[in-house]
């Protein structure tokens, strides 16, 4: 039988399933994900509260219009109803615990500490994350006495991030974020130019930044410098096309930037180890439900 995605639900249909949590919080979730590569959502929303701490890696999570770099040691989080995306960036891999939970017909206990805030500070090497890697633990386990821990361990968790939280919110506008929205400008702007060369002049004009110091803090931030951020993107748009739209490959190969289909399939093979052609039938071939609007097109 096909147990129900808990995460996804209302609050009160979960009680059931989680009866073996005497009492609030109840949690339907604690995981450890590996993110694949090019991975993420957006415009995603729970029913439930979400406490997410990055292992590993580097992504871009954004919430209530507002994006944010996490990266090795941050905690976030987001509240019910709230729309909400999360992408992993080019670099190392992209590993998070997240733990869902709810307190039923209860008042969350913390918002009035937390006062709105969605990045709740960096905590690599400190309890807390000894904190989430046990609750992840005991969560895989059965019994009473577990669910108690694991219960003690979240409210531990919610205790100490929000006891930080205000400070954390003031950090980010000095510090390593002081630069964030900028640089987010300057990806975002690549990314929705992936048909052309990047136009240093018109970047700095952008930004306000000089390309230099462009260079070094992208690196900084994102993982990756701003040439390599444009490859990375446009391999990813061309998977996506040729997944979802019936664009011959040539089509897809100008779109991104490449006149020549030869230079683009080269490059392709060279950075993912296979051809565009072969990366399609690899999906298909792993999932049958994989939408390919056009299996025979042209290249």
Known sequence: MHKPDLAALNPQETLEALSD?????????????????????????????????????????????????????????????????????????????????????????????????????????????????????KYRQPGLENRLICQALLLTLLAETSRRASGVTQQEDTGRRKNLARLILVKNHIENHLERPIDVPEIERLSGLTWNYI???????????????????????????????????SEIAALVGYNDIHAFGKMFKKKTGMSLTNFCSSLYETDHRVYWPNRSRKK
């Open 21 to 137: 949590f005497p009492f609030p919080p109840y949690i339907s979730l604690a995981h450890i994900f590996n993110a694949p590569r090019d991975w993420g959502f957006s415009g995603r929303i729970l029913k439930q509260y979400a406490l997410n701490y990055v292992i590993g890696g580097r992504g871009e999570f954004t919430v209530g219009g507002a994006t944010h770099l996490v990266e090795k040691g941050d905690v976030f989080f987001y509240r019910p109803l709230e729309e909400h995306g999360l992408r992993s960036l080019p670099g190392a891999e992209f590993i998070t615990i997240t733990i869902v939970f709810h307190f039923a017909d209860s008042p969350f206990p913390m918002e009035e500490r937390l006062e709105g805030s969605h990045m709740l500070g960096g905590y690599a090497g400190h309890a807390v994350e000894r904190h989430f890697a046990e609750l992840v633990a």
């Open 215 to 249: 260079i070094v803090e992208f690196k900084k931030t994102f993982g990756t410098t701003p040439m390599q951020f444009l490859l990375w993107a446009r391999i990813s748009k061309a998977k996506e096309l040729a997944l979802q739209s019936p664009l011959s490959f």
